[in-house]
């Protein structure tokens, strides 16, 4: 599993954005996939998962309604599409991919491989 995460950048509040998480190496099967971020001096915290199979998606309370988790099985990718963003939505975002069948984890140390990151920027 070798997955990339792009889409970040500068934006202002209220504007959207979309990011992507491509796996370049093994394909998804009944993995879990998970968007986590981290802002400057806090911890990485959950945002939002998906089971591969089945398309089961949870969220954290602070994004849900506004971000939405998908994915293409075709392009072996995940998305993760932030609508309404909000200064405190800014942070580093990091894909990753959740090994055990049927887990739907939001403890980053659950999760066996991830991305570089990308950043995501919401100015007031």
């Known amino acids: 599993v070798q997955l990339q995460a792009s889409g970040g950048g500068l934006v202002q509040a209220g504007d959207s954005l979309r990011l992507s998480c491509a796996n370049s190496?093994?394909?998804?099967?009944?993995?879990?996939l998970g968007w986590f971020r981290q802002a400057p001096g806090k911890e990485r915290e959950f945002v939002a998962g998906?089971?591969?199979?089945?398309?089961?998606?949870y969220y954290a309370d602070s994004v849900k309604g506004r971000f939405t988790i998908s994915r293409d099985n075709a392009k072996n990718t995940v998305y993760l599409q932030m609508n309404s963003l909000k200064p405190e939505d800014t942070a580093v975002y990091y894909c990753?991919?959740?090994?055990?069948?049927?887990?739907?984890?939001?403890?980053?140390?659950?999760?066996?491989?991830w991305g570089q990151g990308t950043l995501v920027t919401v100015s007031s």
């Open positions: 998906i089971r591969w199979s089945g398309g089961r998606t």
């Open positions: 990753a991919a959740d090994m055990i069948y049927g887990r739907t984890s939001r403890n980053p140390y659950d999760y066996e491989y």
């Open positions: 190496g093994r394909t998804f099967s009944n993995y879990g």
